[in-house]
């Protein structure tokens, strides 16, 4: 397989702030550039986008740069990344950001987590408005949402901005621990009939109950598939996050075995074409 990740964290504590990984002390390490490129090498993975990680709001820029200088070195497959934003900000204060990133052809997509923000934040026309502009300049995001926020949060926003490509993160977080298919089943299908959503493969070994095994992922990952289409998936590898439910490893391996019995078309959509299309690559 060749892939082209969509989902990959670093983690640059000693310079950056992440005040989330208070509530998450097995990721409130180091992950550099350097920690993946050694992970990668037996992985598959010939291109990564760096997925913004939750930075604290006053060091979104900064985060930008780091990772602008890693995409200048040559001693790694990082191409570009997703970086973070705050819609939620007024429209002159968002346009003002979105202007400096011309200046960073690298960032090709940005995103705002909601999955920890209250509902409300994304529910603004300030917040749709400010979507809109980056529909303008070209620009993708992606949706980190919970499951039960699918149609509340999700589906209301993604039909105010009809002209967005959306990336919906990690299948929607379906509760694979508990086996739930519901609300989740539903409300995905919903969101795939919006034609600017795609979907990502990704983060599903986090939700997933110790020593998971393929099995358990299957049934999720084939619906993904049904209601979505090859044409609109995509690959992450959430890495170091994944850690929590295995590592990189696990999930590349289990990949390949959740697409066992598919074409070599269908494969390379989901782990290399669409991405380039998705996200405007070179």
């Keep these: 397989m ?3 990740d969509t989902h990959l964290h670093l983690l640059y504590p000693e310079s950056l702030n992440y005040a989330w990984t208070k509530g998450a002390p097995e990721l409130a390490v180091h992950a550099h550039i350097e920690d993946f490129a050694a992970l990668e090498k037996s992985s598959d993975i ?4 760096m997925m913004e990680a939750d930075v604290d709001a006053e060091y979104i820029e900064a985060e930008i740069d780091l990772i602008g200088e890693i995409v200048a070195r040559d001693d790694n497959h990082v191409i570009g990344m997703i970086a973070a934003c705050r819609p939620e900000h007024s429209a002159e204060d968002f346009a003002a950001f979105v202007d400096r990133l011309a200046s960073r052809p690298y960032v090709k997509g ?9 509902d409300t934040v994304s529910q603004t026309d300030t917040f749709s408005d400010n979507l809109n502009l ?18 509340n949060v999700g589906l209301p926003l993604v039909q ?15 509760d694979i621990k508990g086996g739930a298919f519901e609300p989740w089943r539903d409300a995905l299908r919903a969101m795939a009939e919006q034609p600017h959503v795609n979907c990502k493969v990704s983060g599903i070994v986090a939700y997933a109950a110790e020593g998971w095994q393929v099995d358990d992922l299957r049934p999720y990952f084939e619906h993904v598939v049904e209601c979505f289409g090859w044409d609109r998936l995509v690959w992450g590898s959430d890495w170091p996050v994944c850690r929590l439910g295995g590592d990189l490893g696990a999930w590349v391996d289990a990949t390949a075995k959740l697409l066992e019995g598919h074409d070599t078309q269908q494969r390379s959509k989901m782990l290399y074409d669409n991405a380039r299309r998705i996200y405007r690559l070179d």
């Design 134 to 151: 980056l529909a303008e300049r070209g620009y993708t995001f992606d949706l980190c949402l919970l499951a039960t926020q699918l149609l």
């Design 46 to 49: 010939v291109r990564a986008l």
């Design 110 to 118: 940005l995103r705002r987590i909601l999955h920890q923000a209250p």
């Design 160 to 174: 105010r901005c009809p002209d967005l490509t959306f990336v919906l993160d990690h299948c929607g977080v379906p």
């Design 2 to 4: 060749k892939i082209l």
